[in-house]
């Protein structure tokens, strides 16, 4: 698979083979469902947190006494019953949403999302990023004549360029990273990958190396339609017996 390499004027300047080992998988959604899911579960914060009746502060002395008051017995003030005791079954910060995800199945659904950014012609590539200063407004001008244009775009950044992704997040609908960060859920967040032929290479070197092109399945053979047959009922010499024939 080829792609077009463009320079800063938005002009194409050459093609580049693409490995198809990162950019000619078959997609699977389950996998990459499950990637999703996992990812999102990792980076979720506990915040809601409610304290116990053992968590809140006071309730150490007995309100009164056991018997002969004629009133309910309890023995804390700090009771979920009472007003200003401890939540019942709340939520707390112990909670732990961490769920393990193998590392070939993560690059596995990376890779499909690249495959599909290549086919869907959502891959950009730039031969070099130099910009005359580093200015909001100049990055884009730039980004206004190549094929991105006004849509959602992730940058991916051979190197970090602090000054750089500075500028980048000045921009609403464009989110810089670098090329060893790339992750499924910001791939999927954004239409267009933008990317120069230095983080092109550093994805290949990290996402590619010691991966083999795997195998496409065989297409499944054609159903071939038999006709049913019916039976009737012939008389033959005084006895009845079964012929089949074939419908019209």
């Known amino acids: 698979m080829k792609t077009a390499v463009y320079n800063l004027a938005g002009d194409k300047v050459e093609e580049i083979e693409l490995n198809p080992v990162l950019f000619d998988i078959e997609p699977n959604i389950a996998v990459i469902h499950q990637v999703v899911i996992a990812q ?36 804390s003030s700090r009771s979920p019953i009472w007003k200003g005791g401890g939540i019942t079954f709340g939520p707390t910060k112990e909670r732990n949403f961490k769920v393990k995800i193998n590392q070939k199945m993560k690059n596995k659904a990376l890779r499909m999302i690249l495959s599909d950014k290549a086919k869907s012609d959502n891959l950009v590539v730039v031969d070099k990023w130099e910009l005359a200063e580093m200015k909001t407004k100049l990055l884009n001008q730039i980004l206004n004549k190549l094929p991105v244009k006004n849509q959602k775009t992730c940058l991916a950044l051979a190197s970090t360029d602090p000054k750089l992704v500075q500028v980048v997040h000045n921009l609403e609908k464009v ?3 670098g090329a060893n960060s790339l992750n499924v859920v910001d791939l999927l967040k954004y239409k267009f990958l933008l990317i120069s032929k230095a983080a092109l290479q550093e994805i290949e070197k990290i996402y590619g190396q010691g991966l083999k ?15 049913k047959q019916s039976s009737k009922k012939v008389e033959s010499r005084g006895k009845s017996r079964l012929v089949r024939t074939k419908a019209k």
């Open 40 to 75: 999102e579960k990792n980076a979720r914060k506990v915040l809601a947190h409610t304290k116990g009746r053992s968590d809140v502060r006071g309730g150490g002395k007995k309100p009164w006494k056991q018997k002969g008051t004629g009133r309910a017995r309890h023995g």
């Open 175 to 177: 989110y810089a990273l």
């Open 213 to 227: 092109l795997e195998a496409k399945p065989a297409a499944k053979p054609a159903m071939v339609k038999v006709k």
